[in-house]
């Protein structure tokens, strides 16, 4: 087993349900560290780079709606997880993307449901791979918002515009 790093993402649903104490618990029973945490107002571009495996799926767009929040709240709690396998035991406590066929004891089995709408709300997202793990971290996480991180990083002098305070 190798120490590594997952994002894990409370979607829209299971803010605007208050599960995240409820879920954050159950996440905290597989013994591995949060090591970044940060609510995210989720962009057009971010959500259709995290899916974009799936941009030929015909649930697309309503995927992407779905993240953005337009049918919950327009927010999303993300999280970096690290520790010893940390991939498959947050899988394991997550369970199966479709909220039908995951186990009754994960985290999908007791909050994700399928809307009349056909709206697929499974609550939480989980890193499939180690290789979908730092591109999804890199996607969602700057390097020094984690306290700790097992990629490579640099500095550079960037130059963007940016809000502030006034």
């Known amino acids: 087993m190798t120490n590594e790093q997952t994002l894990i993402l ?9 599960l995240i104490g409820n879920i954050l618990t159950e996440l905290s029973e597989m013994d591995v560290d949060i090591v970044g945490a940060k609510i995210v107002k989720v962009s057009k571009e971010l959500a259709e780079d995290h899916y974009r495996n799936l941009k030929e799926k015909d649930f697309f767009d309503e995927l992407i709606k779905y993240i953005m929040g337009h049918y919950h709240t327009k927010r999303v709690l993300a999280l970096v997880y690290e520790g010893e396998d940390a991939i498959n035991k947050m899988r394991k406590i997550v369970g199966s993307t479709h ?31 180690k290789k979908e793990a730092e591109r999804e971290i890199k996607l969602w996480f700057d390097p020094d918002e984690l306290t700790n991180t097992i990629y490579p990083a640099k500095k550079v002098e960037v130059k963007k515009q940016e809000l502030v305070w006034s």
């Open 10 to 18: 409370i979607k829209p649903d299971a803010l605007i349900k208050s």
């Open 99 to 129: 909220p039908e066929e995951a186990h009754p004891t994960t985290i999908r089995g007791k909050y994700g449901r399928i809307t009349s709408k056909g709206i697929f709300e499974n609550a939480i997202h989980a890193s499939e791979s």
